[in-house]
Every structure is written in structure tokens, then in C-alpha cells.
């Protein structure tokens, strides 16, 4: 089935480097996921993250012919989605907002599937605590978190998205895990009672 995908992908872009109007389909194709994508990088205004999708997105065209056909096509839009964003959050000099409730319950059940952060965080009381956890953790730790465990990307995925080493995106992933968990420990978010 991933084959099927790449070849879906190089198809749209092969259709729409011989005729512009089918850059259509691409758009079509990726933008609610790139959407949600920007948004769980932290940019939760509407009118922002449509600025931003049209950023992205024109970007996206005018360095079509660029695209290498031997990497995979949305994680080199993913890339491209990612720059854009934290270039947004610098010209803004604003703090990325976090997730909402229903990527942390999301985003809780994937990591605790892959790490022992806490059964009780299931908890819908408890999810204010995880806000507020994630809000402390270093950008680079969010991000990776985002990707892997919210947009389902493979470690080589992440690794082309973010152009970091492989290894590297494992190392983020743990580092990320072991933070939440010890944000989530540390005496401010105990469960008093």
C-alpha cells in the first residue's frame, strides 16, 4: 500500500509539473493534513494557519520542478509546512499554542502505548495537567512527539520532515517521552487527594 501512495504522489506531481491547473489535486490532496499538521505545531488562529497554508503551498509550487522523485513527496511537502510554521512563529515572536484536548487524549494513548507515562492520564480531569506539561517541553520534543505519535510518521519520515539523522529523531522521541513523563511526576503536576 505504500508503494501505492508514492506512485499516487509522483503521479499528481508529474500532472501538475506538465499542467499548473492540476496543482489543484495536490492541494486538495494535502490540505487538511498539512492543516492539522500546522496546527499541531502550534498555530491555532484560523486566519493564521490559512496565511500560513498559502505560504506553504506556493512554496510548494514554485519549487515543484525541485522535488526529487526518489524521496517520498509529503515528506518533503511536511518539510516545507514545517520551515514555514516555525518561520511564522519567528516573524510573529509569538509561543506556539498547544494541543487541544482531544490531540493530548490522542497523543497520551499513543505514548503511553510506547512508555509507562501514566495509566491515570487517561483521566479527562487530568488533561489540563498534560496541557500544561507539554506547554514546558522544549519545541524540538513537541514537534517530534507531533509527528510520530499524532501524524503516525516513521522515524525516516520524521528524519526527512525535519532533516535530521534517523537516529537522532529516535533520541528526540525518548528524550521527549522521558520529559513528559518527568514533568508529569515533578511535584507541580501530582495528583493531590
Not at 505504500?2 to 489535486?25: Q, Y
Not at 482531544?102 to 487530568?126: C, H, M, P, R, W
Amino acid at each position: 500500500m505504500k508503494k501505492k501512495i508514492k506512485d499516487r504522489d509522483v503521479e499528481l506531481v508529474l500532472k501538475a509539473l506538465k499542467n499548473a491547473d492540476d496543482f489543484a489535486d495536490i492541494i486538495k490532496h494535502y490540505q487538511s493534513p498539512i492543516r492539522r499538521y500546522v496546527a499541531r505545531l502550534g498555530c491555532r488562529d484560523t486566519n493564521d494557519a490559512d496565511d500560513l497554508l498559502q505560504d506553504i503551498f506556493l512554496k510548494v509550487y514554485i519549487n515543484l520542478n525541485e522535488y526529487d522523485a526518489d524521496l517520498k513527496f509529503s515528506s518533503w511537502l511536511y518539510r516545507i509546512a514545517h520551515n514555514e510554521t516555525v518561520s511564522f512563529f519567528r516573524k510573529k515572536k509569538v509561543r506556539p499554542n498547544i494541543l487541544n484536548s482531544e490531540e493530548l487524549q490522542q497523543l497520551i494513548k499513543n505514548i503511553a502505548g510506547d512508555t509507562d507515562v501514566a495509566e491515570s492520564l487517561y483521566k479527562e480531569e487530568e488533561v489540563h495537567m498534560v496541557r500544561e506539561a507539554l506547554a514546558k517541553l522544549d519545541f524540538s520534543y513537541r514537534e517530534v512527539l507531533a509527528l510520530r505519535f499524532l501524524e503516525e510518521k516513521s522515524y525516516t519520515e520524521i528524519s526527512d520532515i525535519l532533516q535530521i539523522p534517523t537516529g537522532t529523531v529516535g533520541t528526540l522521541i525518548n528524550r521527549g517521552k522521558k520529559e513528559l513523563k518527568n514533568i508529569l511526576e515533578s511535584n507541580n503536576f501530582k495528583k493531590y487527594g
